[in-house]
C-alpha cells in the first residue's frame, strides 16, 4: 500500500537509504494496513540538502507562476479525491464522508493560496531624507518544517503547505507516523503540479530520525506543528537554538455556551454531530458544555437522544456515523477520564465505556456526562475523544468566567438569539476563534489560531501567509 510512495526527497519517491520500514495499523482492524519507509537521520539529512536546493528554484519563481502551479496541484487533489477520501477513513477510521470534506478543505486551502500568492503586496514610505523613500518588500522565509498530527491528516498539511508554496518557500513535510499514506497522496499530487525537485519533500519516521536534524539544522528557517501543547513547548525550546520561526496550533478545551434565549434544537442539531465528528478527536469541538439552568434538562435530553442514535462502525461503511479512536491508548485514556469524572460525582448519562459487539478495532461510545464540575478533570482538561461534560449556570457574568478559567484559548462557542449578548460574548471570551450559533471556524478565507497554551500564529486567511515572509525594507536616495 505504501511501498508506491515511500519518502519523497529531490523531487522523486524513495524508499529509505537503510531499507527499514514499519507497519501502519488500521484503527478499525487493529491490523497491518502495509509497510511504510521509515527515514533515517541520513535520508533527512538528504531531505534539508534538497529543500536548499528547491528553494533556490522556487524562491525566484514568479508569483504569478506559483500560483499556476499550485493551482495545477489543486487539479489534481481533485481528480485524486476518491483515492484520497479512502486512505483518510482507512488510516483514521472516519466516516468516508467526513474524509471526503477534508480533502475538499484542503483542496480549498491551495485553490485560496493560489491567489494568495498573486497578492503578496510591500508598500512605499515617504523617508525624511530628501529625495529618497522607503521601499518595503516580503520574501520568503526559506526552508519550512511542517510537523502535522493524525486527527486531520489532510488538511492539516495543507493549511501548511499551501500559504508556504505560495510564498516562496521550500517545504520538508514530517507527518504522523499513524496516517502516512494521506501525506503521500497529497504530496504526489504537489509532484503532478510541476514544482521544482526539492521544494516539497517528506520523510516519515522517529524522533531522532526526523525531527532532531530538522531542529538541528540552521538552513531550516520555520517550522509548523500542529500537536499537544507539551510538544509545542518543546519544540519552541528546540527551535530557540537557531531562532527558527514557530507557528503553534495546539490544544484546545473549547467551551460551549446555550443562553437562556437559544434556539434548543438548532443548538442540539449543530452540537451533537460536531462534537462526536472523528469521535471527538478534534481540537475545536466543544469540550465544556455551559447550559443555562432553564435549558439544562431538555438539552441533556436531546443531547442523550441523539447521541445514541449514532452508529458505530467502519468509516468506509456509508452508513456509520462515528469511528474508532486511532489506538487503544486513546482508548484507555477515555476510561481514565470518564472514572474519574464518575468518582468526582458526575453521572453517565449516555455510553461511557467501549462500544460492545466489535470484535476488533478502538472503539469508545458516545459519552454523555452530567453534574460536572469546573474542578473535575473532564472539564479542566481536553478530553480529545467523544465524551460531553455538560453542567449547567445561571447568569451570564457567571458563565463568561467560568468558560475563560482555563489555560487553553483556541475556540469557543456560544449559542444566542440576542444580538448584543453575542457582542458581549464575542469580546469577553479568551479564545482565538468565537462561532455563535456555529460551530464552522476552519475556512480556507478566514485565520486559524489560538491564543495563550494554544499556540501562537495564525493558519487561513490573509493572515496565513505572512507567516511564511520576511518583511525586508529598504531606503533609496537618488540625487
Keep these: 500500500m505504501y511501498s508506491r510512495f515511500g519518502l519523497f526527497i529531490a523531487g522523486a519517491w524513495r524508499a529509505s537509504v537503510t531499507g527499514a520500514t514499519a507497519p501502519v495499523f488500521s484503527p478499525v482492524t487493529e491490523q497491518s494496513l502495509g509497510e511504510c519507509p521509515v527515514a533515517s537521520v541520513a535520508d533527512t539529512e538528504a531531505a534539508i540538502a534538497a529543500a536548499g536546493q528547491g528553494l533556490k528554484a522556487w524562491a525566484a519563481t514568479p508569483a504569478f507562476d506559483r500560483a499556476d502551479a499550485l493551482h495545477r496541484i489543486a487539479d489534481e487533489m481533485i481528480r485524486r479525491t476518491d483515492e484520497a477520501a479512502r486512505m483518510i477513513s482507512l488510516e483514521t477510521g472516519k466516516p468516508i464522508a467526513q474524509s471526503g470534506r477534508e480533502w475538499g478543505l484542503s483542496i480549498d486551502q491551495f485553490r485560496w493560496y493560489a491567489e494568495e500568492a498573486r497578492r503578496i503586496y510591500g508598500r512605499i514610505i515617504e523617508s525624511r531624507v530628501p529625495n529618497g523613500r522607503f521601499e518595503v518588500h516580503h520574501e520568503p522565509v526559506g526552508i519550512v518544517a511542517a510537523f502535522t498530527a493524525w486527527n486531520f491528516p489532510a488538511a492539516l498539511i495543507a493549511r501548511k503547505v499551501a500559504p508556504a508554496l505560495a510564498a516562496g518557500c521550500a517545504t520538508i513535510l514530517r507527518p504522523s507516523s499513524q496516517t502516512p499514506g494521506v501525506a503521500m497522496v497529497m504530496v504526489d499530487c504537489c509532484r503532478a503540479g510541476g514544482l521544482p525537485a526539492g521544494a516539497v519533500n517528506l520523510v516519515v519516521g522517529p524522533t531522532g530520525a526526523t525531527y532532531a536534524p530538522i531542529m538541528a539544522a540552521k538552513s531550516v528557517r520555520k517550522v509548523s506543528l500542529t500537536g499537544s501543547t507539551r510538544v509545542g513547548q518543546q519544540m519552541i ?243
Design 237 to 479: 525550546r528546540d527551535a530557540a537554538a537557531t531562532l527558527k520561526k514557530v507557528s503553534m496550533e495546539l490544544g484546545g478545551n473549547a467551551p460551549v455556551i446555550v443562553y437562556d434565549d437559544a434556539d434548543l434544537e438548532g443548538a442540539l442539531n449543530l452540537a451533537v454531530p460536531t462534537k462526536f465528528a472523528n469521535a471527538g478527536q478534534v481540537c475545536v469541538t466543544g469540550d465544556r458544555f455551559y447550559v443555562h439552568e432553564s435549558l439544562h434538562d431538555a438539552f441533556v435530553d436531546g443531547f442523550v437522544t441523539r447521541a445514541r442514535a449514532i452508529k458505530l462502525g467502519d468509516g468506509l461503511d456509508a452508513s456509520v456515523g462515528m469511528g474508532p479512536l486511532i489506538n487503544a491508548g486513546r482508548l484507555a485514556e477515555m476510561e481514565k477520564i470518564v472514572a474519574g469524572a464518575v468518582a468526582a460525582g458526575a453521572k453517565v448519562a449516555t455510553g461511557g465505556a467501549r462500544a460492545s459487539g466489535f470484535n476488533a478495532g478502538h472503539f469508545f461510545e458516545p459519552t454523555v456526562l452530567t453534574g460536572c464540575t469546573d474542578e473535575m478533570g473532564v472539564m479542566a482538561e481536553e478530553n480529545f475523544g467523544p465524551i460531553a461534560a455538560i453542567t449547567r449556570f445561571s447568569s451570564e457574568d457567571e458563565v463568561l468566567a467560568r468558560a475563560n478559567a482555563c489555560d487553553m484559548g483556541l475556540s469557543a462557542y456560544a449559542f444566542t438569539t440576542n444580538p448584543a449578548r453575542a457582542r458581549r460574548t464575542v469580546q469577553t471570551l479568551k479564545a482565538g476563534m468565537v462561532g455563535i450559533n456555529s460551530f464552522a471556524m476552519a475556512a480556507s478565507e478566514a485565520p486559524f489560531g489560538g491564543t495563550n497554551h494554544s499556540g501562537m500564529g495564525r493558519e487561513g486567511g490573509i493572515e496565513g501567509i505572512r507567516d511564511y515572509l520576511d518583511v525586508k525594507s529598504s531606503q533609496m536616495v537618488w540625487a
